[in-house]
């Protein structure tokens, strides 16, 4: 699929609907808001209408958006991803492309939630922003039982779980894919952090307890500048 919206391989936006036992294998090329294998952009139809993914999986390779993701681009809450994976590769090479992940590109919201699921393909953002295995950005989420085994390269926020955690809870998920901060000859990034689970990790809420439990990273991590971390790059109290 290729177009310059909301775009997935089987659904550009469920914004309340169940999708299950559903797959799609071809590979995905947004340019617009959100690029993701399998959906689009998932959830915001409120809680009497939340969307879900359960038993589905993307297979392709997905590239160019705001917010790219293996198997969905964006989710807000409250959704919920259960039982499902992505194995294709997540490439971002546009000035403009921000946040990159093997399964979910961005996760926001209280009653956003992941679980039993997982993302094997490589998570390249070359040129800006932030990249994570299985999530690139994750504000408010839950993560349960879930992993990642690709590499992940990133100019400025990279993590083998989650690039960038805001108050985020994980609990029995693991990340084994090197993680690398991209050096770039022309393009300067302020921040430099890297984590083989996370890259920065900020925990300071008053809505939302922040943990990691039961969970661990096994690949080499490797930075340019400063926080650099085998589990977690930074924490920002």
Do not use: M
């Amino acid at each position: 699929a290729n177009a310059s919206a909301e775009i997935g391989g089987l659904v550009g936006e469920n914004a309340g609907g169940a999708i299950k036992n559903s797959y799609a294998t071809g590979s995905v090329a947004g340019g617009g808001s959100y690029s993701g294998g399998l959906v689009g952009s998932l959830g915001g139809g409120g809680i009497s209408n939340p969307g879900s993914i359960d038993s589905s999986y993307a297979t392709g390779n997905v590239s160019q958006g705001a917010f790219v993701g293996g198997l969905v681009g964006g989710q807000t809450a409250p959704s919920t991803i259960t039982n499902s994976y992505a194995t294709g590769n997540v490439t971002l090479s546009n000035i403009g492309e921000t946040v990159a992940g093997g399964l979910v590109g961005s996760s926001s919201g209280i009653g956003s939630v992941i679980s039993n699921s997982y993302a094997l393909g490589n998570v390249v953002s070359s040129v800006s922003g932030i990249a994570g295995g299985l999530i690139g950005q994750a504000t408010y989420t839950s993560i349960t039982n879930s992993w990642a085994k690709g590499s992940v390269q990133a100019l400025s926020v990279a993590g083998g779980l989650i690039g960038q955690g805001l108050y985020v809870q994980i609990r029995s998920s693991s990340a084994t894919g090197n993680v690398t901060i991209i050096a770039h000859p022309t393009i300067n990034s302020s921040c430099s952090c890297a984590g083989g689970l996370v890259g920065q990790l900020q925990c300071q809420s008053p809505a939302y307890t922040t943990f990691i439990q039961d969970s661990y990273a096994t690949g080499n991590v490797q930075g340019i500048k400063k926080d650099v971390g085998g589990l977690i790059g930074i924490i920002v109290a």
